[in-house]
């Protein structure tokens, strides 16, 4: 640990804080779940500039930096293996500055720090009678953590990706400096088309300009639709025509929740607030013992997704003003609290009752979505022949996204790539495929995760999402990323961090540093 001993000398001159040993670094699922198996130390500079420091000294030392800003990641794919890297995370750097608010073009600017999360900025845009549009994700991320990651909503008539919101960026660099890049300026450039997509691999995002609109309401409607009706049917046709739209699996009951949002006057009545993540010390704990319940037994695990799809069914919605539950669609309500909201007062997110789990996402050209799906249902019947019924094992189901083109070297809905005929135009259907993880660490039919995963890698274009997937998802899906646009990112990336300071194993794998 020299290493970091020299590192701990140089924070303490620049008066810095002392850091925290974390020893692994874990993921939003806590200790168990690590984003980085081992680290030196964790930094919570309060500033901007003492990042910096943090940064250039960490650097100077030859020491590996990792930013963090919620840890939302899935598995220990954050950081590289060695043991010398630090983590700084951005949380308590929540500044805004410089509103702009929209004008005759509909559109206006903030500046916003590295530790903004998404709720942060949908309250101050409120505040402001404004909005991020539907360029946005997690009401428990970080704006710039996003970015850098590729996250992204579900739209194909509206930029989804959260890059798509981005003006411009700073990225603190390994020499505690600060590259300034604009869409306007630099959005033709391979440095702008490396930095929406980064990975973190060439600095820290600092600040982002962010693009806002006009504050604006919307009705949330959701039907259940058939598995024909889905896999037989008009899928793009189903989600184009509104500004964001995405279906939830349940293959144990062959339906689909399919869920849709529509703007609407903002005078209309109604102020829902929903929650994806809200659950009750009742919910969490019933949900614990049924989950665990069906740790080996197809029959609870069956019983477990007819209880989740019936209470997906209805409205996941609170009147924000008087927390009523809302029971009945359509629900009315202001744009982000309609499209993520958070939580309900009195209660906690899943995974702090012990509710964990893995995932698997996987991007794929919506014009194969039918296909793809297909291919799901048959692996899934293959399960059953073989005496394993496969359920949803996730309180909504197995989710089905969706993306509008966005440009960009590492992006799941780029068009840049051309190492297949694949057609990328009309946009990206994601499957996630979230599941609970027992106290064992062995799920019903384990298996069949992998195997499914190594079907939809070997037989369709897939493309992986950044912090859903395992090493070996990463690895195999190496053969379907284009070499070219992965050369044209290393040589960026080269620029911006030739000592390879911000490296990740995900960066090792797809040879990117």
Request: a negative charge; one cysteine or more.
């Amino acid at each position: 640990m020299a290493r970091f001993k020299s590192l701990s000398l140089l924070a303490l001159v620049a008066t810095l804080a002392p850091a925290a040993r974390a020893d692994p670094y874990n993921t939003f699922d806590g200790p168990g779940f690590p984003a980085c198996n081992e680290v030196a130390a964790v930094y919570h500079p309060t500033t901007i500039d003492e990042m910096a420091v943090i940064v250039k000294n960490a650097s100077a030392a030859g020491v590996p930096v990792r930013a963090s800003g919620k840890g939302h990641m899935w598995y220990d794919t954050m950081c590289t293996d060695d043991p010398n890297t630090v983590i700084v995370v951005t949380e308590a750097l929540a500044g805004f500055s410089n509103f702009t608010a929209p004008d005759e073009s509909g559109t206006g600017s903030v500046v916003i720090e590295a530790g903004v999360t998404f709720f942060e900025l949908a309250d101050y845009l409120h505040a402001h009678n404004t909005s991020i549009g539907y360029s946005l994700v997690n009401w428990n991320i970080t704006v710039a953590g996003a970015l850098a990651m590729g996250a992204h909503r579900t739209a194909l008539s509206q930029p989804a990706v959260v890059a798509g919101a981005a003006l411009a960026m700073d990225i603190l660099l390994a020499n505690g400096t600060f590259v300034h890049l604009s869409q306007a300026e630099h959005g033709d450039t391979d440095d702008w088309k490396a930095a929406t997509t980064s990975l973190g691999l060439l600095g820290i995002i600092s600040r982002v300009t962010v693009k806002i609109f006009p504050e604006f309401k919307l009705s949330v409607n959701q039907k259940i639709l058939s598995e024909d009706e889905v896999l037989n049917g008009d899928i793009f046709g189903l989600i184009n025509p509104y500004p964001t739209a995405n279906f939830w699996w349940w293959p144990g009951q062959k339906k689909f929740h399919y869920r849709t949002y529509d703007i609407v006057p903002n005078e209309d009545s109604g102020e829902g607030f929903q929650s994806t993540f809200s659950v009750s010390a009742f919910e969490g704990n019933t949900a614990k013992t049924l989950l665990e319940g069906g740790a080996k037994s197809s029959t609870v695990n069956l019983l477990t997704e007819t209880t989740f799809f019936t209470i997906w069914s209805a409205p996941n919605y609170h009147d924000k003003n008087t927390d009523i539950p809302i029971l009945f669609w359509p629900v009315t309500g202001w744009s982000y609290d309609s499209l993520i909201g958070g939580l309900y007062p009195n209660t906690l997110p899943e995974w702090d009752y012990d509710l964990h789990g893995k995932t698997l996402e996987l991007a794929f050209p919506v014009t194969m979505a039918n296909a793809m799906l297909k291919r799901v249902r048959e692996k899934f019947d293959e399960a059953e022949d073989n005496g394993h019924l496969m359920t949803s094992t996730y309180r909504s189901g197995i989710n089905i996204k969706f993306g509008q083109k966005f440009d960009d070297l590492l992006g799941q809905t780029s068009t840049l790539p051309q190492n297949t005929d694949a057609d990328w135009s009309k946009g990206t259907i994601m499957f996630d495929f979230p599941s609970y993880l027992p106290n064992s660490g062995v799920r019903y039919n384990e298996p069949f995760y992998a195997d499914l995963a190594e079907t939809l890698v070997n037989e369709f274009p897939a493309r992986p999402h950044w912090t859903k997937n395992t090493r070996e998802v990463y690895q195999n899906s190496l053969k379907n990323l284009d070499p070219e646009i992965l050369s044209r990112f290393a040589a960026v990336r080269e620029r911006f961090d030739p000592n390879k300071t911000f490296a990740s194993i995900v960066g090792q794998i797809i040879g990117v540093v």
